[in-house]
């Protein structure tokens, strides 16, 4: 084994140990990333999600996740947040429909969602990863 190697695996075993690594994963994913509660609570944003929202990381905990949704759709999301529960598997969100994130300033940005559900002794949460559509 390299030096190189040793200190990777080194520091791959550090991570580990301290419970660092889902952290680092979670921060430095390219992808904006949410942990959304059962309740539809944002319990936890990372940067990525910060800059594609315009929201601080800070002001995404504890949104309401609605809140990040163009108006015209917003009022039946309770009901779709209720249907994934009953049924909570890993999934694209809105299959062939055009998905738009609503920003903090109010503009609509074209987006792709993933759905990956988590159970907990706190309850069931919800891992939304979303990716900014390319423009065409």
Same mark, same amino acid.
């Given at each position: 084994?390299?030096?190189l190697?040793h200190?990777?695996?080194?520091?791959?075993?550090?991570?580990?140990l301290?419970?660092d690594l889902?952290?680092?994963?979670?921060?430095?994913s390219?992808?904006?990333?949410?942990?959304?509660a059962?309740?539809?609570?944002?319990?936890?944003?990372?940067?990525?999600?910060?800059?594609?929202?315009?929201?601080p990381?800070? &002001?995404?905990?504890g949104?309401?996740?609605?809140?990040?949704?163009? &108006?015209?759709?917003?009022?039946?999301?309770p009901a779709?947040?209720?249907?994934?529960?009953?049924?909570a598997?890993?999934?694209?969100?809105?299959?062939?429909?055009?998905?738009?994130?609503?920003r903090?300033?109010?503009?609509?940005?074209?987006?792709?969602?993933?759905?990956?559900?988590?159970?907990?002794?706190?309850?069931?949460?919800?891992?939304v990863?979303?990716?900014k559509?390319?423009?065409?």
């Open positions: 084994m390299t030096g190697e200190t990777a695996r080194g520091l791959g075993e550090e991570l580990q301290s419970g889902a952290t680092v994963l979670f921060e430095h390219p992808d904006a990333t949410m942990i959304v059962e309740t539809g609570i944002i319990a936890r944003a990372n940067r990525q999600a910060a800059l594609l929202t315009m929201y990381a800070s &002001e995404l905990r949104l309401l996740v609605d809140e990040l949704l163009p &108006e015209a759709v917003r009022g039946n999301h779709h947040r209720a249907r994934f529960l009953e049924d598997r890993v999934r694209p969100m809105g299959t062939g429909m055009a998905l738009h994130l609503r903090r300033n109010g503009s609509e940005v074209p987006v792709d969602i993933n759905l990956s559900p988590v159970m907990l002794v706190q309850g069931t949460f919800v891992i990863t979303v990716r559509k390319a423009a065409a």
